[in-house]
């Protein structure tokens, strides 16, 4: 079972959001964060608790957002590139636990920054998935599509939202610009927020929750009796998955965050350097691990 902080239930797992305009009052921001942080406490000072859960015999999943998570947020979005560093640290967790990249942007679009060809890859929060064997729920199945790529192996890209897809990326210049008004002629989408964004989605019932629990039943997972994912994200979006974790009362929540933030996460990490610092920490944990198996059925 995953942990929670002792004084939180589900329904008090949102903590209260805290918001400081005044940028000259840096104390206050400081004792705020560090609130907070007693309601999500750092992944890093409790890894070692994490792991205690892991070592139960549940197969880790591991799932990341891109912006904000694996690379830092900067103005302009095509040059939010992943450092070769978080890339070496993605690829060997990914060697270690079957992981997935959940994000808003295209699919392909979060492949040709990671480049990595042992991950898995969600797009357009969850409406745009990638695997090799796609699921074998009857009701996902009408949105699958086999499809092989350009060295012969065979994928199958789930997509729940495809009627919708062309309209949005043709559109979407002229959304951003007269939003409000232009929306009326779309009865089909929907405005959400993101990360200082207005996005516009398909009004289907789908999100990054439901990405996740569609990569676990592709990956043989149909219950949370073997399982314990990981999430790591840092936007509003994210919180669908981790609403999932914390309803199911399996896995860990992990919320990128340098501010106190409303979130269900229940644990949290500060920046993206931190991330690679987990990441890093997961794998070489997962090594230690494995070698100390090996051991002992050899003794």
Not at 59 to 79: A, N, R
Not at 142 to 165: C, M, R, S, W
Request: net charge negative; proline share 4%; aromatic share 10%.
């Amino acid at each position: 079972m995953g942990y929670f902080p002792q004084s939180s239930s589900l329904s008090d797992m949102k903590s209260i959001f805290v918001e400081n305009s005044d940028e000259n009052n840096e104390e206050s921001a400081v004792c705020s964060y560090e609130s907070w942080l007693e309601n999500h406490p750092n992944a890093l000072e409790n890894f070692e608790e994490i792991l205690s859960i892991a070592n139960k015999g549940k197969e880790i999943v591991l799932f990341l957002d891109y912006d904000g998570t694996l690379s830092p947020i900067v103005e302009d979005p095509d040059q939010a590139h992943i450092s070769d560093a978080m890339r070496t640290a993605v690829r060997e967790v990914a060697f270690h636990f079957p992981t997935a990249i959940i994000s808003g942007r295209q699919r392909n679009k979060v492949y040709e920054f990671v480049k990595l060809r042992n991950v898995y890859y969600a797009g357009s929060h969850g409406m745009d998935i990638s695997t090799p064997l796609g699921s074998s729920n009857n009701q996902n199945q009408k949105h699958q599509t086999k499809v092989i790529d350009e060295n012969g192996n065979q994928f199958v890209n789930f997509l729940p939202a495809k009627e919708y897809l062309s309209t949005i990326q043709e559109d979407v210049g002229v959304l951003k610009e007269i939003v409000e008004s232009i929306m009326k002629a779309y009865p089909d989408f929907q405005i959400s927020g993101g990360r200082k964004v207005m996005e516009i989605r398909p009004k289907i019932n789908w999100d990054k929750g439901r990405a996740l629990l569609y990569l676990l039943d592709t990956l043989g997972f149909d219950n949370f009796n073997h399982v314990l994912p990981i999430y790591i994200g840092d936007d509003k979006t994210d919180e669908d998955a981790f609403k999932v974790i914390v309803e199911k009362g399996e896995g860990f929540p992990i919320i990128v965050s340098s501010v106190a933030k409303e979130t269900m996460a229940s644990f949290s990490l500060r920046d993206p350097s931190h991330v690679m610092t987990f990441l890093i920490r997961l794998a070489k944990w997962k090594r230690n691990y494995s070698s100390f198996i090996t051991k002992t059925k050899q003794s």
